[in-house]
């Protein structure tokens, strides 16, 4: 699934009475990230609570855990295809339904076989609004305003994060600090799970209350409609059939990249897409996703209190998004460059400081005090970093580092990467954790100082260049 390049002359802005109206609509969108990221995230609370229930290690736990990124990775590769055929926003009402069902599923497993299906089942979810979201919204939004409402995903899915985080330390302090403690009927993890059904079937329910895209609407001939929804959010003061044309024109221009498309020089693939490759593995391997999966098990494994790793989960996220604001702010300012390479400074510091706060041997059941001051801070120092760089950066360069004619292809293999180095940290930390957290650490490390000579050498700044110029 492709959106439409770069507006010709034709296209005008929303008028300020027709901007409210678009904001919703993006808005509506966006809730797919919301609860891309509220998924991901709301397992950090129930890990040790399934470990206990299940009696089950490290091993077996961790593929619980990542297993939904298998279905992240199958409904991310299948979504475009599905919205190509029966449209957008029905490929929203299915991602609605998925997520539901998950989060159902997944609050009343019958055993761990259980679980894990509907953990891939929610991982199809998100794999699918992580594709269509940010789609539907570039198709839908005024030229004008197509960056901004483009970043609502973004912020969304950040959003959705802190959220499952705040719910998950209600519920955990409902429930007496238990995550095994009885609310309503249930252990406390399975409502923390369950409660996702409820911006699920919100997001459902905004997919009635929005238009179909133009675009869609004209692959299979609806003109008509087309031309309404394009008054609706562009303003009808625009020359509809103008604009028709424009969109139809780029359409028929649009070149259909395949994986052939990719192969070239010595190592099977282009060395541009080895770059991109690259970007994602970077991306994954400091072990991002281990703050916003693991992190309260973490805490409780160098002795904090259950209840107060929580609650550092949840000012982690609040990190997160003030994080991604700053990079949002900053990426078309300093360049995508810049903020890589002070990104990774940023992470090797905030990672090595961890990685000496954890070498030390507990005592009573805890870290010495100043180890611990120093491992909370310097975790929430490597989120800071994180997401004001790698976490949105990695996103726009590889929106627009590839030509033209191997860019839908390519992003998708550098994605699929992503995915598969996600499920490579998510699956290994458990493991890694009961070997040795401090050297885990170190790892992760290592992966942040070598982020830095490979931006260094490979990647090229894109900032102030049309996609047209990239070869």
């Known amino acids: 699934m492709t959106t439409t390049q770069a507006p010709g002359p034709g296209a005008r802005t929303a008028h300020p009475e027709h901007l409210g109206h678009v904001i919703f609509i993006a808005a509506a969108a966006a809730m797919g990230g919301f609860l891309f990221g509220y998924d991901s995230s709301v397992i950090n609370g129930a890990v040790e609570a399934i470990r206990s229930r299940y009696g089950i290690g490290s091993a077996e736990l961790a593929q619980v855990i990542a297993i939904a990124l298998i279905g992240c990775a199958i409904g991310a590769a299948t979504a475009g295809r599905i919205a190509d055929r029966i449209g957008r926003i029905r490929c929203m009402r299915i991602a609605a339904a998925l997520f539901t069902v998950s989060a159902v599923g997944s609050a009343l497993p019958f055993a761990l076989w259980d679980l894990a299906f509907w953990r891939i089942v929610g991982g199809f979810a998100i794999g699918m609004a992580s594709v269509i979201g940010p789609a539907y919204i570039a198709e839908v939004a005024p030229p004008a305003y197509r960056g901004r409402l483009g970043s609502f995903q973004q912020a969304a899915i950040v959003v959705g994060i802190a959220i499952s985080q705040l719910v998950n330390w209600g519920l955990l302090n409902a429930a007496g600090g238990n995550q095994r403690g009885r609310l309503l009927g249930l252990e406390a993890w399975q409502v923390m799970l369950g409660v996702m059904v409820v911006p699920a079937v919100l997001y459902g329910l905004l997919s009635f209350a929005i238009p179909e895209s133009p675009r869609f609407l004209l692959s299979v ?98 990190i997160n998004i003030v994080g991604t604001v700053i990079a949002m702010i900053f990426v078309d300012r300093i360049g995508r460059k810049p903020l890589a390479l002070i990104g990774s400074c940023g992470m090797v510091v905030g990672l090595a400081l961890e990685a000496w706060a954890f070498s030390y041997p507990l005592v009573g059941g805890k870290l010495p005090a100043t180890q611990g001051w120093v491992a909370l801070i310097a975790a929430h120092v490597f989120v800071l970093f994180f997401a004001l760089s790698w976490g949105v950066v990695v996103w726009v360069l590889l929106g627009e580092m590839f030509p033209n004619k191997i860019r839908a292809a390519a992003l998708g293999v550098a994605a699929s990467a992503q995915w598969i180095a996600n499920w490579a940290i998510t699956a290994s930390f458990p493991s890694l954790a009961d070997w040795n957290l401090s050297w885990t650490y170190v790892v992760y490390t290592a992966f942040a100082a070598l982020s830095i000579p490979f931006v260094l050498k490979f990647v090229k700044e894109t900032k102030g260049k049309a996609l047209e110029e990239m070869g």
């Open 221 to 318: 001939g609806r003109r008509d409609r087309a031309r309404r929804i394009l008054a609706e959010v562009e303003g009808d003061h625009i020359d509809l059939d103008a604009r028709v044309a424009e969109i139809e024109t780029a359409m028929k221009r649009e070149h259909t990249s395949t994986f052939k498309d990719l192969l070239g020089g010595s190592f099977l693939f282009k060395r541009i897409v080895w770059i991109g490759i690259g970007l994602s593995a970077f991306q994954q391997f400091v072990g991002i996703n281990v703050a916003f999966y693991y992190s309260a098990t973490l805490w409780q494994s160098v002795g904090v209190n259950p209840t107060e790793s929580f609650l550092y989960s949840f000012t982690t996220s609040i």
